[in-house]
């Protein structure tokens, strides 16, 4: 069975800090996807970043920065120079490839991170 | 570009009520559909997923159930909802293939009173 953790329940922070959120996952699968999602007080769930299980590469856009490490199980996410407006819930989420016709893929969700970004 | 919708956004329905959220995406043919809910406490979790018209699979057995009667609407429904209905209710489309982003509609606030 697939799970993510989120160990950090909380983080508050100040205007311009940088902060970076944890993700540790568990799978039996070699084929496997790795998402972060924004949550904002409105509600949506929006969409930040997907890396599958081969492509280890770290990547930046913006202030945005992921690091995925297969050999801790890690994804964790950094926000640098953070702004109020980056105040919302982070979540994290694995979903493992299924073939058969590989449709019918699910999403296993960490319990979310709640960051607060201070002015 | 793809959209998707879901309405209504908020709802208060007493128990015993019946209940029906719908959810349509535009823009795309035959795509995997998601129910899934957040209760207090912030997790996500999956109730119902559809690969086609007519085909729903059920995640966790509940009071809740949901139909798929074209190809990109998704109703979630309950003949007598009970108070630990409530929650936000998030309907999510994804394209048909392995691997792919899911992405999730507006949500809809339910309070069951």
């Known amino acids: 069975a697939q799970k993510v953790t989120q160990a950090q329940t909380e983080i508050s922070v100040v205007e311009k800090e940088d902060v970076t959120l944890d993700c540790v996952y568990e799978?039996?699968?070699?084929?496997?996807?790795l998402f972060w999602y924004k949550q904002p007080p409105s509600g949506e769930l929006v969409f930040l970043i997907r890396?599958?299980?081969?492509?280890?590469q770290n990547e930046i856009s913006g202030r945005y920065s992921w690091n995925f490490q297969k050999s801790t199980s890690s994804f964790n996410f950094t926000i640098t120079a953070s702004q109020v407006v980056d105040s919302a819930v982070y979540f994290c989420a694995l979903s493992e490839a299924r073939d058969s016709g590989g449709s019918n893929y699910k999403l296993t969700f960490g319990k979310g991170t709640l960051l607060t970004v201070n002015p | 570009s793809q959209t998707i919708h879901q309405w209504p956004a908020t709802l208060v329905q007493p128990v015993g009520s019946p209940l029906s959220l719908e959810c349509t995406v535009e823009g795309t043919s035959n795509p995997n559909l998601y129910w899934y809910r957040q209760a207090a406490g912030r997790g996500l979790q999956l109730l119902f997923y559809?690969?086609?018209?007519?085909?729903i699979s059920s995640e966790v057995p509940q009071n809740l159930s949901a139909s798929r009667p074209q190809d990109r609407q998704f109703i979630l429904s309950s003949k007598k909802l009970l108070l630990s209905d409530s929650g936000f209710y998030l309907c999510a489309w994804a394209a048909g293939y392995s691997g792919n982003t899911i992405y999730f509609g507006e949500g809809s606030w339910l309070t069951v009173v």
């Open positions: 799978t039996r699968d070699t084929t496997y996807y």
């Open positions: 559809s690969v086609g018209i007519g085909q």
């Open positions: 890396r599958n299980s081969f492509d280890e």
